[in-house]
Every structure is written in structure tokens, then in C-alpha cells.
T-cell receptor, first 113, second 113 residues
Framework: DQQVKQNSPSLSVQEGRISILNCDYTNSMFDYFLWYKKYPAEGPTFLISISSIKDKNEDGRFTVFLNKSAKHLSLHIVPSQPGDSAVYFCAASAQGGSEKLVFGKGTKLTVNP | DAGVIQSPRHEVTEMGQEVTLRCKPISGHNSLFWYRQTMMRGLELLIYFNNNVPIDDSGMPEDRFSAKMPNASFSTLKIQPSEPRDSAVYFC???????????FGQGTRLTVV
């Protein structure tokens, strides 16, 4: 059973527009959520995170929103740039298992010039 | 810092052979993680160490897989004997203890024929 789900395998967006990547989770014990970005032939790179005590965290063009009641989080990229084209992974960790991350399968974002 | 260093970058081996993947974590980091990425299962945690001690190996698929961390600067993941279904990209990541966002290496692409 997948505890972290990214239901959209791919997303295509025009440069300058908003990209919204979605993630759902099932485990109510998750209390910390992360987004990683991955370019081909490279390892994932940490992008932004959010604790379950917050509902929003912002870092430059990247904002993560958390809706605990819906067990849903989303990553907003505004404005999108061609260099943002990559695979984005959502990850979560549970109380008591702090370092153990459970990843979604990823969403491939393509930003068209 | 050079980041997390994995070797080899690519490995092609025949079914039944022993395979050893290597990882050098970022200096000073005391948590180390081994992940496997496949199309079917996505990115999944195999095992992680804190201060060279294995903490959770519940993700190790079978007894054919073993991991060691003899010191703070080196870890190995061994598959013996290897099988075609072990073909995947294996990532190593490291972090400071308690920090949930790890730094990933570039991965080892393993192909078992």
C-alpha cells in the first residue's frame, strides 16, 4: 500500500505560469513533509519542507501548502521557469521515525519556454 | 564538500554474481540511508544507520541484501547472489542525526542480466 501518492505522473506548464504539484498521504502519523527535485542522472535534491503544525511554508518561488484534514499537500512554483523542469518527489515522515522518509513516485514537470 | 559520493556510477553484472555498492557520506553526517528506485515501486528506503549502527532494515527486500557501515565515512550495500529484478538505481543519502532532509548521492545504476 502506498502511503504517499502523487497521482499525476506528469505536468506541463508554460514559462511564467504557476505549477501546482499535488500529493496525498494516508498515514495520520506523518508529521513532517518534504519536496525533493530530481534532474536526470542526479540524486534527489531537497527543495522545501513543512511541519504538520503549519499549513504553509514559503521559500522564494516555492510554496508548500498542507491540508491536514484532507491529508493533502501541494507545491506551488510561481513563476515557473524552464530550469524547474525535473521530477518532483513528495516525502513524509512519522513521529518517532523521524529520519525514515516515505516517498511518492514523483511527478515529472515540464516547463515550456 | 564533495557531497555524498557513490561508486560505481554504473554496474552491469550477470545473474548470480555478487554486487557491492559503495557510499561515502558527507563528512560530519551521522545518519546514512540506502534507497532503491524502480519504476514499479518508486523510491523506497532499504536501510538506515545512525552513528554507524543499523536502525531500521525493514525495507531490505531479502536476505540476499546486506548493508554495513564499518566507520563514519564508509558504507556498503551488497547483493549476493544478484537477480535481474534487482536492476534499479540505488541511492545513498546522509544527514545530521534528527535532520529529516537528507543529501543524496548521484546513485548507482545497477543492471543484472
Amino acid at each position: 500500500d502506498q502511503q504517499v501518492k502523487q497521482n499525476s505522473p506528469s505536468l506541463s506548464v508554460q514559462e511564467g505560469r504557476i505549477s501546482i504539484l499535488n500529493c496525498d498521504y494516508t498515514n495520520s502519523m506523518f508529521d513532517y513533509f518534504l519536496w525533493y527535485k530530481k534532474y536526470p542522472a542526479e540524486g534527489p535534491t531537497f527543495l522545501i519542507s513543512i511541519s504538520s503544525i503549519k499549513d504553509k511554508n514559503e521559500d522564494g518561488r516555492f510554496t508548500v501548502f498542507l491540508n491536514k484534514s484532507a491529508k493533502h499537500l501541494s507545491l506551488h512554483i510561481v513563476p515557473s521557469q524552464p530550469g524547474d523542469s525535473a521530477v518532483y518527489f513528495c516525502a513524509a515522515s512519522a513521529q518517532g521515525g523521524s529520519e525514515k522518509l516515505v516517498f511518492g513516485k514523483g511527478t515529472k514537470l515540464t516547463v515550456n519556454p | 564538500d564533495a557531497g555524498v559520493i557513490q561508486s560505481p556510477r554504473h554496474e552491469v553484472t550477470e545473474m548470480g554474481q555478487e554486487v557491492t555498492l559503495r557510499c561515502k557520506p558527507i563528512s560530519g553526517h551521522n545518519s546514512l540511508f540506502w534507497y532503491r528506485q524502480t519504476m514499479m515501486r518508486g523510491l523506497e528506503l532499504l536501510i538506515y544507520f545512525n552513528n554507524n549502527v543499523p536502525i531500521d532494515d525493514s525495507g531490505m527486500p531479502e536476505d540476499r541484501f546486506s548493508a554495513k557501515m564499518p566507520n563514519a565515512s564508509f558504507s556498503t550495500l551488497k547483493i549476493q547472489p544478484s537477480e535481474p529484478r534487482d536492476s534499479a538505481v540505488y541511492f545513498c543519502a546522509s544527514s545530521f542525526y534528527g535532520v529529516r532532509a537528507g543529501f543524496f548521492g548521484q546513485g548507482t545504476r545497477l543492471t543484472v542480466v
